[in-house]
């Protein structure tokens, strides 16, 4: 019976419920539905750089110019032209016996001689007198000196005061007076001041100290010696004369009655070459371009975010007494989830950069400088000179005796006597080499105090007490007897002393460490080596000579022509001689041009929620819409493909539909020829292909459902087992189109 009544009163409440939601004032013969307002979403154009920007470098070669350089091809010169001599007669003196010598022997001596010889030098050795070290005491300040503060606090005492707690008055003995009771605030304490210490702040720092400074030890770098042999004379090589006695006889002698004389002949310059170089060519630099380089990267972007509409649920709900299913369904908010769009970007990783290599490198040239050219130059090797061609002299036959042969004397080499000793020499001389000694430091850790200590003041406020006492509101005005005063002693708190700080001074902390110091810098002493001498004996020889007694000659005087001045010779001067060289000259080294390569944009499109949309109230549609439109689409048999006929259809029929903001439903359908899940792909993809076309143009996805039925809703009996037409075949493979949504 419950459950009846339950059902009655659901029935009653949905019908109520239904009744109340439909829409007011409908027309005869119009369509109304309640829809689900979309999600207004525009799109909105978002550039991501998907290429940096870079360098991009261009290499402009280097330019030349030619040049002309003049050398000197022959070196200036000169030629010799021949004055003659100048002649002339004179007297002269002819020997009819000529002088002659006899030679007289002074025999030779030999003596015996000690000579002391040096076999090594002296030298001096260098000792190294070491570096004289002291321990020293230092005071290393572990912790500054600071100081600290001691609040001396403020000395408080007590006094005794008077608190008239009822005033003097008067009283009449006719009107009384008035009295009322006041509350006034008395000080008990006064305000003062109290100080409180803000301690010094520290800080630990670790300095280096040395404790034992730098130094310097010399070492000795010997002396080098060498060995060497010495031949030593012992005995000089000597001769001995023997006299060949000189010989006599008569001879026919020719005087010369006219001296022989000069003519000088020139010889002339002989010239040679020879080769020269000059910098024929420049070379610029080469330039080499390394591209930037680039690595691939991605960047997610969302196109959409995430969002929820309403949908209805697909099942009524269970206690519905409703006939009509979708009176008692539920309207669920949906999550739908974002889309994003992956695009590929790429990262500069090296910008472009240039190589420069010299046009000329002598490293790879074995050394050599490149762009050398050669000339020739013609130059004087020996300069010209004169040949004396010598004039034979006119002689006349005069006999005279003659000595034909002089005395002389023979010599008969006698060889020395030599010894080979060896001795010592001195190669390098002791020297010293300084090897510093660094310093040895060490770390001490101190206290170090950054901010001394201060005071702060406190401000500490007067305590006050509230005392009740009496005074007169209206005097009296008769006869006054007078009432003194009532006063009562209280106790109070004054500031005897104010606070103040006591600076205690903090003796900075010191440690005596001990380090070591040079007190006299290592020195080197020298020890002198003396020289190493050995005692050879040798013979020394006075050579045998010979003592020449002259016998005089006789003469007979004659003439003869004799050159007074001799041939001389004219210097011509021989101008230098040049010639044009071309040469290569660098007017533009190598150069880079470098162009910037901006950066590449993309723009992806996202959709942005505008209007966020809802359940609406009811809104009228056109009846035609509601219910489902065919496309006229023609479908290749097992065909996705939109053909441009197909795109015509949808331009000219459901565009026009979608401009005026409703949502629409793209259904598609296959004949039954397949299976039935292959069937449902099918329809899935043509469905789908239309609503890329329409996004294609420009209308947001929230707007377009695409389903696909496969042959779940065929329009004839043409089912799988049945034999159909192609004709009839067609007519199944559909595509529709309904308002689902209407603004």
Not at 292 to 307: C, G, L, R
């Amino acid at each position: 019976m419950k459950k009846v009544l339950l059902t009655i009163l659901s029935f009653v409440v949905c019908t109520i419920a239904f009744a109340q939601d439909l829409p007011t004032n409908p027309d005869p013969g119009k369509c109304y539905k309640r829809c689900v307002t979309p999600d207004v979403w525009v799109n909105q154009d978002v550039t991501i750089q998907v290429a940096p920007a870079y360098k991009k470098l261009k290499v402009v070669p280097a330019q030349y110019r030619t040049e002309n350089e003049e050398v000197v091809v022959q070196s200036a010169g000169q030629e010799l032209s021949v004055v003659p001599a100048q002649y002339e007669t004179q007297t002269f003196e002819v020997e009819v016996q000529g002088p002659s010598q006899r030679l007289e022997k002074v025999a030779g001596s030999t003596d015996t001689t000690t000579e002391e010889m040096i076999v090594q030098p002296g030298y001096q050795e260098l000792t190294v007198v070491p570096a004289k070290y002291e321990t020293q005491n230092f005071d290393v300040t572990t912790s500054e000196g600071g100081q600290t503060l001691a609040v001396i606090p403020a000395k408080l005492g007590t006094e005794n005061f008077e608190v008239v707690v009822q005033e003097a008055s008067q009283r009449l003995e006719v009107v009384p007076a008035k009295y009322e009771t006041r509350t006034e605030t008395v000080i008990v304490q006064q305000a003062y001041q109290k100080l409180e210490s803000i301690p010094a702040q520290y800080e630990t720092r670790t300095e280096t100290v040395v404790v034992t400074e730098a130094g310097q030890r010399m070492e000795v770098v010997p002396a080098k010696w060498g060995t060497e042999t010495v031949e030593v004379v012992v005995q000089p090589a000597s001769s001995r004369l023997e006299i060949v006695p000189a010989q006599y006889g008569t001879e026919t002698v020719e005087v010369v009655v006219s001296e022989a004389s000069q003519r000088l002949e020139v010889i002339p310059a002989k010239w040679g070459t020879e080769t020269l170089s000059y910098k024929k060519r420049e070379y610029g630099s080469t330039l080499t371009v390394v591209p930037a380089k680039f690595s691939s990267d991605y960047q997610v972007i969302e196109t959409k975010p995430a969002t929820a509409k309403w949908g209805m649920s697909d099942t009524p709900a269970a206690d519905c007494a409703s006939s009509d299913p979708n009176d008692c369904r539920y309207w669920c908010y949906k999550n739908v989830p974002a889309q994003n769009i992956t695009v590929n970007t790429t990262t500069l990783a090296a910008d472009a950069q240039v190589i420069t290599k010299p046009g000329c490198d002598t490293a790879t040239n074995n050394g050599e400088d490149c762009g050398m050219g050669t000339y020739t130059r013609r130059v004087v090797q020996t300069p010209a000179t004169t040949r004396v061609i010598e004039i034979p002299a006119v002689t006349k036959t005069v006999k005279k005796t003659v000595m034909t042969q002089p005395p002389t004397t023979r010599v008969i080499e006698i060889p020395a006597v030599t010894k080979t000793i060896k001795k010592t020499v001195l190669v390098a001389p002791a020297t010293t080499r300084v090897i510093d000694i660094p310093a040895v430091t060490k770390e001490v850790t101190r206290r170090v105090m950054v901010t001394p200590p201060t005071t702060r003041v406190i401000d500490v406020p007067a305590v006050t007490k509230e005392v009740k006492r009496t005074v007169m509101v209206t005097p009296p005005t008769t006869r006054v007897v007078e009432i003194p005063a009532v006063t009562k002693t209280m106790k109070r708190t004054v500031v005897a002393t104010p606070a103040t700080t006591r600076v205690t001074e903090i003796p900075a902390t010191t440690k005596t460490m001990k380090r070591t110091v040079m007190a006299t810098p290592p020195t080197s002493r020298a020890i002198d080596i003396p020289a190493k001498t050995t005692v050879i004996r040798k013979s020394v020889l006075s050579p045998e000579t010979t003592r020449a007694v002259e016998i005089p000659a006789v003469t007979k005087t004659m003439k003869r022509t004799v050159m007074v001045t001799p041939p001389t010779t004219r210097v011509i001067e021989v101008p230098q001689k040049t010639a044009t060289l071309k040469k290569t000259v660098l007017a533009n080294d190598a150069r880079v041009e470098e162009v910037t390569i901006p950066a590449v944009n993309k723009t992806v499109t996202k959709e942005v929620l505008q209007t966020k949309g809802g359940l609406t109230t009811w809104a009228e549609v056109d009846c035609k819409l509601v219910e489902y439109n065919s496309l006229n689409i023609n479908w290749d048999l097992g065909s996705a493909t939109l053909t441009p006929a197909a795109r015509a259809e949808i331009d000219r029929v459901l565009i026009p539909v979608l401009a005026d903001g409703v949502s629409v439903e793209i259904a598609s359908h296959t004949d039954s020829r397949g299976s039935k899940a292959s069937n449902r792909s099918l329809s899935e993809r043509r469905a789908q292909a239309v609503t890329n076309y329409l996004i294609s143009k420009g209308i947001n996805s929230s707007r377009i459902v695409s389903n696909g039925f496969g042959e779940s809703r065929l329009l004839n009996n043409c089912s799988d087992g049945v034999s159909c037409t192609e004709r009839d075949h067609r007519v199944n493979r559909r595509t529709q189109f309904r308002v689902i949504d209407a603004n």
